[in-house]
């Protein structure tokens, strides 16, 4: 039994190492934005199963476009009740369409197969961007982790100083309370952030389409300072490269060819059978037999154009629609980014630095006897503040650049 509880541990052991592995595919050290969105465009099941759907979809041409299957008649014409002989066939029957019908449904699955194409695409800018916004989150908390720690290492230094302080009866038990107080907000601090790194993690392993526990490596937090190109050429790009715009007019080719497809139900179709048959006066021969289709409910054909027609105007005014809204997308897209530059250069260039220039002379005077402890606390709240906004700066900005790159059809 021992031998058998083994044998079972290594055969589970052997299937789950190979899957393991797959789900836990190593990322690169440091982990980038632009590598985090193209691993989400290559492992996502979504992109996947859309461009499985894109592929059947490229299949529909050649079924739609074929020739009905042909059918094979065997028949007895004739068995007289006192024998002596029969008169029977067998034929083969054909059906053609005598108008453009296959042309035009071919052309319809055609451009249904490019919407789906399309389709796969916009699912890939949708992933990427959910793995840019789990990035930029878990930047921001790991960069504000790093400022609370060095926040408290601050804290715990001026507590100290104020118990010294009150030791030797130059300073008040208030001030001891006030940088004890502080100390202990930092440390509930450290301790959430801890847990919301955590989930971060998972989220963004789950947009990678990895287990939501697998580690991540340390992040390149770069993020371009560089001022966005001009409103008119960010519309002009998402005009170009939209998928949701190539779906749209893929649309209205394929509405266009089901209208040709219906106006060619006016034309019949023409049937031909044949193939050998035997008489008993004649015996052995050949027959054929046309005929063609009397298309003769023509109101249920005009019903059918027009239904056809009504669709094609609805596309084309959805693609309209869709081209006004993504360029104003685009516009307002820029626009954000050149919002979230420069309020993270301010931060980066001025409000920063100058709230850290604070710090040394309140200490000093704090030192001195000069003023009192909340003083220089709360010139440290400000440098705190300043640079939690400025970690929450950087993440806003880098999150507006890949929106961007959304609106525009782009991966960076």
């Known amino acids: ?76 014409d004739h068995l007289p009740f006192m024998g002596g002989g029969v008169d029977a066939s067998f034929t083969i029957e054909q059906r053609f369409p005598l108008s453009s019908i296959r042309g035009d449904r071919r052309r319809a699955a055609e451009a249904g197969a490019r919407r789906e194409l399309a389709i796969a695409d916009k699912a890939g800018l949708d992933v990427e961007l959910e793995a840019a916004s789990a990035f930029w989150m878990l930047a921001e908390l790991r960069e504000r982790a790093k400022l609370v720690d060095d926040q408290r290492a601050l804290a715990d230094q001026m507590a100290a100083a104020a118990t010294a302080r009150f030791s030797t009866s130059a300073g008040i038990q208030a001030d001891v309370l006030r940088a004890q107080l502080e100390v202990d907000r930092l440390a509930g601090e450290q301790r959430a952030l801890v847990a919301d790194q955590r989930a971060a993690e998972a989220m963004l392993d789950t947009s990678l389409a990895r287990s ?119 516009t307002a897209a820029r626009e954000r980014v050149a919002a979230a530059r420069e309020r993270y250069l301010a931060l980066r260039d001025r409000i920063v630095p100058r709230a850290r220039q604070t710090i040394a002379p309140n200490l000093t005077a704090y030192a001195a006897n000069q003023t009192p402890l909340v003083s220089a606390i709360e010139a440290a709240q400000a440098l705190w503040e300043t640079q939690r906004e400025l970690a929450m700066a950087r993440a806003e900005l880098g999150l507006a650049w890949a929106r961007l790159h959304r609106t525009t059809g782009e991966t960076p």
Do not use: H
Request: net charge negative; proline share 8%; glycine share 6%.
């Open 1 to 76: 039994m021992r031998r058998l509880a083994v044998c079972v541990v290594l055969m589970t052991a052997s299937f789950a190492v190979p899957a393991s592995a797959d789900d836990q595919v190593p990322l690169p050290t440091p982990l980038r934005v632009g590598d985090a969105m193209r691993i989400a465009r290559t492992r996502r099941l979504e992109v996947i199963a859309a461009r499985a759907r894109a592929r059947g979809a490229a299949e529909r041409p050649a079924i739609v476009s074929a020739l009905d299957d042909p059918e094979v008649f065997g028949s007895i």
């Open 212 to 330: 939501p526990d697998a580690p991540i490596p340390e992040l390149d937090i770069a993020v371009s300072d560089a001022e966005p190109p001009a409103a008119t050429a960010i519309a002009s790009t998402a005009l170009a490269n939209r998928p949701e715009l190539r779906a749209g007019r893929a649309e209205v080719a394929r509405s266009e060819a089901e209208v040709s497809a219906m106006e060619s139900m006016y034309s019949p179709m023409a049937m031909v059978r044949t193939g050998p048959s035997y008489t008993m006066a004649d015996g052995a021969g050949w027959m054929v037999m046309v005929g063609v289709s009397i298309p003769l409910w023509r109101g249920k054909l005009r019903a059918g154009v027009n239904e056809a027609r009504a669709m094609t105007d609805m596309a084309s005014a959805d693609l309209e629609a869709m081209r006004r809204m993504i360029g104003g997308e685009a």
